[in-house]
């Protein structure tokens, strides 16, 4: 996989969380933890519990070489690893192959790790635009949508209450993942970031025109697992659920 330079992350800075960078090979995460809380031994325990789990993940991948490859969803596995199970369990329901979930679900264990080893009140993890986060003030998570002119132009709320919670977004016209879609961005906001990286993939996947956008929202309507979804194709935006979009 060829390296892509994440300018966003220029934009999440502040005084409020300090970020840093941790890169496994081709996991590479941004993560922010409040300024007064952060310690060296933070950043050395996410790299060995990032390396963990990429261990955990080519272990069974050998094993199973279509975990790797599948496009569709793979059946449960319960003497997997965590992480592996995480990812079969939202892709099944997405209807994805299980690497659909993998962004999201490391995002979401390192930071779970951190909130259980540290006692954080507050963590952002972003891995290649997949976010978990937990937070005790609002946020707003910028949506990058390609060439739509509503790129970078509006962002999703995220309330204290909403949190620990997934943000995940999906695109079908940039970026290195591949999708059956054309939507500019598909935007998926649930309690799971393995969930809301699945889903924002199988969304996707729906939409070839504008014309899908408000067919694919109705659709996500009516997951439970789903707590809001922002889709953008062009100039155009639906929106379902407890999701809060703002101007930026």
């Known amino acids: 996989m060829n390296y ?18 941790i890169a496994v090979e081709e996991t590479d995460l941004q993560i922010g933890v409040p300024v007064q809380e952060f310690t ?19 272990k069974y991948i050998s094993v199973h070489p279509e975990f790797l490859t599948s496009h569709s969803p793979l059946a ?16 099944i329901h997405a209807y994805v192959g299980p690497m659909a979930a993998v962004a999201g679900a490391v995002a979401e264990l390192i930071g779970e790790f951190l909130c259980s ?10 891995n290649g635009g997949d976010i978990w986060l937990k937070v005790s003030e609002p946020v707003v998570v910028r949506i990058d949508a390609g ?5 970078k132009q509006v962002g999703v709320e995220i309330q204290p209450m909403q ?7 999906s695109s079908g016209s940039t970026g290195h993942s591949f999708s059956y879609g054309l939507a500019d961005a598909v935007t998926v906001m649930a309690p799971s970031a393995a969930c809301a990286d699945a889903w924002a993939t199988s969304l996707c996947n729906l939409i070839t025109k504008t014309n899908d956008l408000e067919r694919v929202v109705s659709v996500a309507q009516h997951e439970a697992g789903i707590a809001g979804v922002a889709a953008i194709m062009q100039d155009t935006i639906a929106v379902c659920g407890t999701i809060n979009i703002r101007k930026i």
């Open 4 to 21: 892509e330079p994440r300018i966003y992350r220029e934009d999440m800075r502040g005084a409020r969380f300090r970020y840093f960078n």
């Open 40 to 58: 060296e031994s933070i950043c050395m325990a996410v790299f060995q519990k990032v390396s963990a789990l990429r261990t955990d993940l080519k």
């Open 76 to 91: 449960e596995d319960l003497t997997a690893p965590e992480i592996v199970r995480r990812m079969l369990q939202h892709t």
């Open 117 to 126: 080893r540290f006692g954080l009140t507050e963590v952002i993890i972003e």
């Open 147 to 151: 060439s739509s002119p509503l790129s």
């Open 163 to 169: 949190t620990p919670c997934g943000i995940c977004t």
